[in-house]
């Protein structure tokens, strides 16, 4: 199983942009996808995720301000990001939890994380 994000730049202040992840493999199901976010010299954090229900957490931060969706085919997870501000600056990592695939024909459910490359949001001043 293999997470491919895409979407990151740089952007003014205000601005917008959208973020997208894709799972690839023989995926059965994906218990729940998100975004988390490091800028530099902190801890990775949340910023926001999606249940394959639809149920969503956000991060306090971002609310009101940044959207997450699952895609039709519910293996791909989209983070729209609005009204930017330069606190939102990090490399935004897509996550995807507890996947059940077919193994050699065989259902595993693995209840692991599995985590994008990052992708880097810069938002100016």
């Known amino acids: 199983v293999q997470l491919q994000a895409s979407g990151g730049g740089l952007v003014q202040s205000g601005g917008s942009l959208r973020l997208s992840c894709g799972a690839s493999?023989?995926?059965?199901?994906?218990?729940?996808m998100g975004w988390y976010r490091q800028a530099p010299g902190k801890q990775r954090e949340l910023v926001a995720t999606?249940?394959?229900?639809?149920?969503?957490t956000y991060a306090d931060s971002v609310k009101g301000r940044f959207t997450i969706s699952r895609g039709f085919a519910k293996n791909t997870v989209d983070l729209q990001m609005n009204s930017l501000k330069p606190e939102d600056s990090a490399v935004y990592y897509c996550?995807?939890?507890?996947?059940?695939?077919?193994?050699?024909?065989?259902?595993?459910?693995?209840?692991?994380?599995?985590w994008g490359k990052g992708t880097q949001v810069t938002v100016s001043s």
């Open positions: 999606v249940t394959s229900g639809g149920d969503t």
């Open positions: 996550n995807a939890n507890s996947i059940t695939y077919y193994n050699h024909d065989v259902p595993v459910a693995d209840g692991e994380d599995h």
């Open positions: 493999g023989r995926i059965i199901s994906i218990k729940s």
